[in-house]
């Protein structure tokens, strides 16, 4: 059995704190939105989408700037 292991010398501490938060912010997001369409609350879930949306063009961007 061969295993194959992923190098991460490479990724600077900021980079990892910087994905680890913007990916529990996505995730917090999406879950919640969800949750409120399951509730019924249409105008909350969208809301939430859009903050969840969002998050993620703020890592794509924040990643593209100070990280590439």
């Known amino acids: 059995m061969v295993v ?3 190098d991460v010398k ?3 501490p900021a980079l990892f704190i910087t994905g680890a938060i ?3 912010l996505i995730g917090s997001f999406l879950s919640l939105g969800v ?3 399951f509730q019924e ?4 879930g969208f809301i939430f989408l859009a ?3 969002a998050s993620f063009v703020g890592l ?3 990643v593209n700037t ?3």
Not at 41 to 44: A, E, G, I, L, W
């Open 4 to 6: 194959d292991l992923v």
């Open 51 to 53: 903050l969840s949306v």
């Open 22 to 24: 913007f990916i529990l």
């Open 10 to 12: 490479d990724i600077s």
């Open 41 to 44: 609350n249409k105008r909350q």
């Open 60 to 62: 794509v961007a924040s």
């Open 35 to 37: 949750l409120r369409f």
């Open 66 to 68: 100070w990280f590439a």
